[in-house]
């Protein structure tokens, strides 16, 4: 198929595109900023500016056979003056307009329009809610049921509409439930306000499995609630955390400081709606996620984490004259991909933004050559925490379809020697990555990587293979660890 999809680039596009991808559909992405869509989501998918004319968007929706459509200003992200206020309804009402107002006018309109919306449309009463209920009467709510409207306008004998109302997303690195996590894991996390406000949340691999699946089921249309079947409370929430990291919970942040800090937003967080998926249950989705607990140990586990320990021997050809390495970062995966295809994945530059977290800043600058080959450099900006950095990379080796070598020429490390071997298992591919590296500044740069470096590594490797395994398919897992 070929899939229209508006909000590529954040937290469910970044995992959706991929998944879109590993079943052979090609994907259209509808973005503000080409060039940084293009460092974000790689050379595979195509890319339509928003500022495109109305002409340019017809034609995309005429050549499209489904829109899933994600756009929308973060909520939480500032205030809610007026301004703000006018934004995040002009974020999600407007631009849903200009869609349905292509697809109504296209000659062949897409079949499917899957539409996000939010559980903000939901009142916070004791009982569950499910889809027929009616919406609340906050701003959240009024703005969902703008939003809906909207969407509901492309609805015709030729298109589907289906209405996903996303409860709290449970992502990768950099998201929400990380940064819920990092006070509890110091020690010092609690809950907020009274603690009793429901918290209906998903995992985002069952996000984007249901997205897919309401994609081709016929019976996906109207409001679905897109949240696991077992919410829970904020107090419930930090428990869990405190429980898994070994950690008490024993303080409160009060109401009116959430308020004094977020304003009318604190609504958010303050209260909410214990919501239960009453359509997915009743069309036949399984969750592989239904309870927190499952939910928590594969996002904050360390299952997808690289080993990272002392250096080893490195192998023969390492380059020697560039120092002795003293840490060694070792992982593996089996990919679900013939080796000459996981060898063109993994040596395409292009594809670097798609495996790297986005809270890194990642963007390609500058490459030498077009191909990448032997001798090839590649220049890009990343950041770490609030460290910027520029980073100058050396394709030091080539052996197509069986290893790869980059080497840092510049940037933070005293020396970054990287290797990628790709080895056949049938129509799978072994993908093994070993990386070389110290840090500067001797006693202290051990600290410093024991402290920051190596856990930004390992957050950052781990991003890399749950974006494989959306890539790749189910097939995509973390190999059995052994000695590199």
């Known amino acids: 198929m070929r899939l229209f999809v508006t909000g590529a680039t954040g937290l469910v596009g970044g995992a959706l595109v991929p998944r879109l991808l590993s079943d052979g559909h090609e994907v259209v992405a509808w973005v503000r900023s080409e060039r940084q869509a293009r ?23 005429e050549r499209a056979d489904a829109v899933i459509h994600l756009a929308g200003e973060n909520v939480l992200a500032k205030r809610w003056t007026a301004g703000r206020k006018r934004a995040l309804v002009d974020s999600r009402v407007e631009t849903t307009t200009r869609i349905a107002d292509a697809m109504r006018a296209a000659s062949r309109p897409p ?4 539409s996000a919306s939010a559980i903000g449309y939901y009142p916070g009463l004791p009982e569950p809610a499910v889809e027929n209920d009616a919406p609340g009467s906050s701003f959240l709510a009024d703005l969902c049921v703008q939003w809906e409207a909207a969407a509901r306008a492309a609805a015709s004998e030729h298109t589907r509409v289906a209405l996903i109302r996303i409860g709290i997303v449970f992502g990768y690195e950099g998201t929400a439930l990380q940064k819920m996590a990092t006070p509890v894991r110091a020690g010092i996390g609690g809950r907020l306000g009274t603690g009793e406000q429901p918290v209906s949340w998903i995992h985002i691999d069952d996000l984007v499995e249901l997205l897919v699946f309401a994609l081709h089921h016929p019976d996906a249309h109207g409001p679905i609630n897109a949240t696991a079947p077992n919410p829970v ?21 009060p109401a009116f400081a959430l308020e004094v800090l977020l304003g009318e937003a604190a609504e958010v967080v303050l209260h909410g709606a214990r919501v239960r998926p009453d359509r997915l249950e009743r069309l036949g989705f399984t969750f592989r996620y239904p309870d927190l607990a499952g939910a928590l140990d594969d996002l904050l586990g360390t299952a997808h984490d690289p080993r990272i320990t002392a250096a080893e021997r490195p192998p023969e050809d390492f380059d020697r004259a560039r120092g002795k390495p003293v840490y060694q970062l070792s992982q593996e995966l089996v990919v679900d991909a013939p080796i000459e295809e996981a060898f063109a994945f993994f040596s395409e530059a292009a594809n670097l933004g798609l495996i790297t977290p986005p809270w890194t800043g990642f963007e390609m600058t500058d490459r030498s050559t077009e191909d990448v080959r032997e001798g090839t450099t590649l220049q890009y900006r990343l950041r770490l925490g609030p460290v910027p950095f520029r ?8 052996q197509p379809t069986k290893r790869f070598v980059d080497l840092q020429e510049r940037g933070p490390y005293r020396l970054w020697w990287h290797e990628h071997r790709f080895e056949a298992q049938g129509d799978r591919t072994r993908v093994l990555d070993r990386v070389y590296y110290t840090v500067p500044l001797g006693p202290v740069g051990r600290l410093v990587n024991r402290l920051f470096v190596a856990p930004a590594l390992r957050r950052i490797f781990s991003y890399r293979s749950r974006i494989l395994a959306l890539r790749f398919g189910p097939g995509a897992v973390d190999a059995p660890r052994r000695a590199a």
């Open 39 to 61: 460092n974000r989501l790689g050379r595979e998918v195509e890319l339509l500016s928003t500022r495109a004319s109305d002409a340019e968007l017809l034609a995309a929706m």
């Open 391 to 398: 980073w100058k990379t050396l394709i030091a080796r080539w």
């Open 111 to 114: 079949a499917v329009l899957l």
């Open 233 to 253: 409370t904020n107090r419930e929430l930090t428990m869990a955390l405190g429980k898994h990291f070994g950690r008490a919970t024993p303080f409160t942040v």
